[in-house]
């Protein structure tokens, strides 16, 4: 079977699924994974074969796509601020709002070089899960110190790998944010990031099956009687333990803006900014005293 050929029917069994646009990009990114050629390489090499071992690589992932099963857990990777992360089902997809989140936090940093922060930032991601967010602040603020939690020792493995094989060194500890005194366990930081479980239990019909079905539930879902659980602990340890002039970057459930808002303002922080993603949502905030 040639690699034009694998592709054809790549999409052919992935129409049924998923419409032509996205049967195509899903294509796109598993053919570079089995041929090692980008687009425009396998345009050159189209009639090339695939060997009998690319072949049975090729049906596998296929039949886990049947499924439905995320194309970034079937090849294990995800692309994400310009590198490509190790993932698998302990960990959340990285999704570009959250890329716009750390861009957001990058250039606050890189203005900032009045409070000192140039000289020394210390950087903490609450729920890291595959780590793509500290890494990728470490990328682009190689000074900085950087922090990442999680309660899930499985996605903090994913995480360690991340940190080692992309080469930007994060600190990461396996503790239950939620708990006061687990929580005092970190250090004082500059800027806190985070995004946390924030989706309510009563949303997940609403949701796509595949997310529901292979992300996991502990990174998503918060109870419908406290969907801003993980935020009262945000607000509480940057009063805690956050230095002079700290800021609180987060992503946020479009549709609890409002109440968000008023957590952190009764405690005690004065300077809240919404931000909306590149689909118009509001979908991050910037939280100061």
């Known amino acids: 079977m040639t690699i034009i050929e694998a ?36 345009v050159i090499h189209k009639t090339s074969s695939l060997d009998n071992e690319l072949s049975e690589r090729l049906e596998k992932y296929i039949i886990d796509l049947e499924q439905q099963k995320p194309v970034q857990y079937v090849l294990k990777e995800a692309w994400f601020y310009g590198m490509n992360f190790y993932v698998d089902e ?29 000289r020394r ?5 609450v729920g890291t899960g595959s780590g793509c967010i500290p890494v990728s602040l470490k990328k682009a603020i190689p000074s900085a110190e950087l922090w990442g939690c999680d ?14 094989k992309l080469g930007h060194l994060v600190d990461f500890q396996g503790l239950d944010f939620l708990d006061p005194v ?37 990174a998503l879902f918060v109870p419908d009687n406290d969907p801003l659980i993980f935020y009262r602990s945000i607000a509480d340890f940057g009063n805690h333990r956050m230095h002079k002039d700290g800021i609180i970057f987060v992503e946020i459930h479009e549709d609890l803006a409002s109440p968000l808002r008023e957590i952190f303002r009764s ?5 809240i900014e919404l931000r909306r993603d590149m689909q118009g949502k509001e979908r991050m905030m910037k939280v100061q005293w």
């Open 182 to 218: 687990q929580r005092n366990q970190l250090p004082h930081v500059n800027i806190l990031v985070s995004n946390p479980p924030y989706v309510p239990e009563k949303d997940k019909e609403s949701m796509q099956p595949n997310v529901v079905k292979y992300e996991p539930h502990i």
């Open 90 to 118: 302990n960990v959340l997809i990285p999704r570009p709002e959250t890329e716009e989140l750390v861009n957001w936090v990058v250039k606050e940093i890189h203005s900032s070089e009045s409070v000192g922060w140039n």
């Open 121 to 125: 930032t210390i950087i903490l991601d």
């Open 267 to 271: 405690a005690g922080y004065s300077r």
């Open 7 to 42: 592709q054809q029917q790549l999409i052919q069994r992935l129409s049924p699924i998923y419409d032509k646009r996205e049967a195509g990009n899903i294509a796109d990114m598993v053919m570079e994974s089995v041929t090692g050629y980008k687009k425009s390489e396998r």
């Open 151 to 164: 309660v899930s020792e499985l996605a903090l493995n994913v995480a360690r790998i991340n940190s080692a």
